[in-house]
């Protein structure tokens, strides 16, 4: 028996030239079509990439963003929960595509430079504020010298109801500049796409099962109210079902989460599942036909292996690990006997 490689699998390389000369899985059609759906949209959507844990959602997009880029068509990725240890969603979205402004035309770049102030200052008024708590403010009224009751309990009546006004004030502010956010973001997307109406700004969100449910929650409602702006179109990559417990984890294990979710995405794209495409990759990349290919057994190391994933039902990651396992057992088991197969699985 040859010697078989031992290694841990790597996330496929994507050619920046080909997206899908590492395709394994067939992904070009389903690209093709996607983005012909997505660039036939004038208006802002958000679309669902719906696909469970370890079948290749990020692959999956990274892919598509290439493709997109090839076309000259405008993508910001962004990497949900990487950003979940912030306390602002509207924050951390805004800051993703600020450091996209760098890879813009220098002349789009400085255009896109001049938009992004006002939009700072107008997000101001969205982003969350922090009130003090009535305990802070007794400890102030407090060191303020009112140590009689009444006059502690007029003070923060007092202060209570001027943090109340404050907070009316903040939201008519929000109110009258949500309009001219949305203006500003409007010809912020026209500085990525060079101002063709026919090219969409395409956002990337990925991994938002994985945040906290708050803040999972928190991207969606800005991504939908804020950021709904013609020509920027919002790809979420996620597994519904894990972001349904999310949901539920915040508003109560009775919510009708189908119904929820359907007020922030207008669309959904079940991620198509290739396991006999991969696994076959795998068992090519690993050389696991040849070890089974000897003069003690013709069983086919495909046909053996499919069965496992097809009966399991395992995630493209859980393939990546049987067969990581497997070529572990070969390397390490001199002696083994292919009679006795059924026994190392």
Not at 40 to 64: A, H, P, R, Y
Not at 96 to 124: C, G, H, N, R, W
Not at 137 to 147: E, V, Y
Request: positive net charge; charged residues 25%.
């Amino acid at each position: 028996m040859g010697k078989l490689s031992l290694s841990k699998c790597q996330p496929i390389e994507i050619d920046a030239d080909n997206p899908f000369k590492n395709d394994t899985l067939d992904r070009e059609a389903n690209i093709t079509v996607l983005t012909q759906f997505i660039t036939s949209f004038e208006q802002s959507i958000v679309l669902c990439i719906d696909g469970g844990w370890g079948q290749g959602k990020t692959t999956f997009i990274k892919m598509w963003q290439q493709y997109l880029k090839n076309l000259h068509i405008p993508t910001i990725y962004f990497n949900a929960w990487e950003s979940d240890y912030t306390d602002d969603a509207l924050i951390a979205l805004i800051g993703e595509i600020s450091l996209s402004i760098k890879k813009l035309k220098v002349q789009d770049k400085t255009k896109a430079e001049k938009i992004i102030a006002p939009i700072y200052k107008y997000a101001a008024n969205f982003a969350k504020a922090v009130a003090p708590s009535a305990a802070n403010l007794s400890i102030k009224a407090i060191s303020g010298g009112l140590t009689n009751a009444d006059e502690l309990s007029k003070t923060l009546s007092a202060l209570g109801e001027s943090l109340v006004k404050e907070q009316i004030k903040k939201y008519e502010e929000s109110r009258k500049t949500l309009s001219k956010f949305k203006e500003e973001l409007s010809k912020l997307a026209q500085c990525y796409t060079g101002g063709d109406k026919q090219k969409p700004l395409v956002i990337f969100i990925d991994e938002l099962d994985r945040c906290r449910p708050d803040f999972a929650i928190e991207v969606l409602e800005k991504a939908k109210h804020l950021f709904n702006v013609d020509n920027i179109i919002f790809v979420l990559a996620t597994d519904k079902t894990q972001l349904s417990h999310s949901i539920r984890a915040v508003y109560g294990q009775g919510l009708d989460v189908n119904g929820y979710l359907r007020r922030f995405i207008d669309f959904d794209y079940l991620l198509p599942l290739s396991n006999r495409k991969y696994i076959t990759h795998l068992i090519n990349k690993f050389l696991l036909g040849k070890y089974f290919q000897t003069k003690d057994t013709n069983v086919p190391a495909s046909e053996f292996l499919v069965d496992i994933v097809h009966k399991y039902t395992l995630s493209l990651r859980e393939q990546e690990a049987l067969c990581n396992i497997f070529n572990v057992v070969i390397r390490t088991k001199i002696n083994i006997r292919l009679k006795n197969w059924t026994l190392i699985i």
